[in-house]
Structure formats: C-alpha cells, structure tokens
C-alpha cells in the first residue's frame, strides 16, 4: 500500500517569508496529490491539488511541485500571513480502487506577524 | 464548491451507548464516502469507505461490527459507533466524492465525540 512520510513536522516562519512543506510517497502508480489545510477543530480545506502529468501548478501565493522520478512533492507558499497558521497535510492514493487516499503525517505552520 | 454536511457536530455520551453520525453531499451526488478518524495532534486516519447500495469496505484493523456504516443514498452515509467506550472518543470526519469529479474528496465538519 501508499506510504506517506511529510516533513518538517512543525514550521515557524516570519510573515513575508516562504514555507516549503515535503512529502514523498511509495507507490509509482500514484497520480494524484492533493494538499490540505485544516485549521484547529475544523475540517481539512483542499487548496490545491496536481496530478501526475504536469510537474508544477500555482494558484497566487500557493504552489506544488511533483517529481515523479524520486516520488516526491512538495507545497510551497510565499509572502506568508498570520492566517496561513494552520496544520496542512499532504494525501496520496491508496491502490486498490475508490479514490481512496492515505494522509502525512502534517505540518504545523505558525505564521509570526 | 460542493458542501458535505455531518451531523451532530458534537455529541457527548456515556459508555455503552451507541451514537450515529449523519454525512451529507448538499449539491451534488456521492457513490463513495469516507469515514476518517482524527485523534489530538494526529492525522485523519481512514476507517473505511462506504458506497452507496452496497457494503462498507473497512481499513485493517477497524472493527466492522462497532463501526456500523450504511450509505442508502447517493447523498447520505451513516457512522453508528455501536458501545462506545472513551477510547473511542475522537473526532470523526466524513468525506465525499463528487460522482463526475474523479479525484476530489470534499470533508465534512466534522463530529467530535466524546465518550464518558
């Protein structure tokens, strides 16, 4: 099955500056990787996704990138603002049919204005 | 974008009861649902995957007669954890497949239960 291994576990940036969160995964067969954000007691938020056939997409201050050679893809966010404080996890498909998707293990981002 | 409901969002009980957990797709159908655990600090941990008109697939290690999942409609899955015990106590999430979106998983708010 999918292994998911997510780093840094926790991260503390100054507003303004950039946060690089990393996950690598296992099956070669994966071809869809989705980020999620979640803020304390609330559900988890996608805010971006990419799929195996591009090995970059940005939507403004967000962006992911995947390489599929050495498995592993990366969400990177730039001009960083107290409201990026959250915990954001990375997923990726589990083999085996549903769409079903196995989770990092997150990163704890604490923006300091 | 599509809206997934849960209900109740917070549910306290005392041991040996069984509680349900209500997941809703609001605008759009869902073949498939999943049912996540979440425990303090921790990451969602999948229970299974409930799909509509037949039986719920369960995750290794999840007990498919405490975790009682029914998806009857393409709009609706139920959770029932059946005699709770505190350490079931969590905070239970569910998530939707849109039906013509093929990858995106949209999550409900989420049931925090607590088990006395």
């Known amino acids: 099955g999918e292994n998911v291994e997510q780093h840094p576990s926790t991260l503390s940036v100054q507003e303004g500056d950039s946060a690089v969160i990393k996950c690598t995964y296992s099956?070669?067969?994966?071809?869809?990787f989705p980020w999620y954000k979640q803020e304390l007691g609330k559900r988890p938020q996608l805010i971006i996704d990419?799929?195996?056939?591009?090995g970059e997409k940005k939507d403004q201050r967000i962006a992911v990138t995947l390489n599929k050679t050495a498995k592993h893809f990366s969400l990177h966010i730039t001009e960083t603002q107290p409201e990026d404080s959250a915990v954001y996890f990375c997923a990726a498909p589990i083999s085996g049919g549903y769409q079903k998707v196995t989770f990092g293990t997150g990163t704890k981002l604490q923006v300091i204005p | 974008g599509a809206v997934v409901s849960q209900h109740p969002s917070r549910v306290i009980c005392k041991s040996g009861t069984s509680v349900k957990i209500e997941c809703r797709s609001l605008d759009f159908q869902a073949t498939t649902m999943f049912w996540y655990r979440q425990f303090p600090k921790q990451s969602l941990m999948l229970m299974a995957t409930?799909?509509?008109?037949?039986?719920?697939?369960?995750e290794q290690g999840v007990e498919k007669d405490k975790f009682l999942i029914n998806h009857a409609s393409l709009t609706l899955s139920t959770l029932t954890v059946t005699s709770a015990h505190p350490e079931d106590s969590s905070f239970y999430i569910c998530s939707a497949r849109d039906l013509f979106e093929s990858d995106t998983q949209y999550f409900g708010p989420g049931t925090r239960l607590t088990v006395l």
């Open positions: 099956d070669s067969a994966s071809n869809y």
């Open positions: 409930s799909n509509e008109g037949s039986k719920a697939t369960y």
């Open positions: 990419i799929r195996s056939n591009v």
